[in-house]
């Protein structure tokens, strides 16, 4: 009877222990999701201020925004790496959650590169479509000047210009998809991160 005793005791207290670690496991993976949570606000302030600038063209204003940008994104990436490296720690053992925030990264990383990229495509413009800087040209009046960007049109002046808008849309449609594709990846994640929290609330 003593024997039994204990080991209800020491059953209680493993269920006690694992209870708490369960907790703390969903506290941490809450933290991780606000983390997200911060990613996903950040991207859309990035896209708002992208879209001014387009409009405006006001440089040191998307400059700043991208400075702050980034600073928001290396700090949510530092904190993730933080709660990485306590999933794989003594304390919780659990180098699956770890992996899953490390895909996590690795994601986030590709969307924000390829986020750039777009944004780099966009302000640049398809080749032909993109405005000339006249400063090279001389100007004979005001008003008039001699064009240095006035050529014949040929063949091959509008074959490369096709190519080039070719290469420039291909780019574009490609960042596109990859974007989107990292997301699908993400999104993916997190569900199964809010499936891992669900099952430790029911234990």
Known sequence: MEDFEKK???????DIENGFASAKI??????????????????????????????????????????????????????????????????YCREDLACLLRDIQTQEKQKLHLTATIQVLKKAGRPSERLVSHENCRFTRPME??????????????????????????????????????????????EEVRYEIAALEVE
Request: aromatic share 6%; charged share 25%.
């Open 8 to 14: 209800v005791v020491i059953s209680d207290n493993m």
């Open 26 to 91: 969903v506290d941490l993976l809450r933290q991780f999701l606000s983390v997200q949570q911060r990613r996903a606000e950040t991207y859309a302030k990035l896209k708002r201020g992208f879209a001014d600038y387009m409009v405006s063209g006001g440089e040191s204003a998307y400059q700043q925004l991208c400075s702050e940008i980034t600073v928001e994104f290396n700090d949510c990436s530092k904190q993730v790496l933080e709660l990485e490296s306590l999933f794989v720690g003594p304390d």
């Open 145 to 190: 000047h001699n064009c240095v960007h006035v050529h014949e049109i040929t063949e091959a002046a509008g074959t490369e210009e096709a190519e080039a808008d070719a290469k420039y849309d291909n780019a574009l449609k490609e960042a596109i998809k990859g974007v989107q594709d990292a997301v699908t990846a993400i999104n993916e994640h997190l």
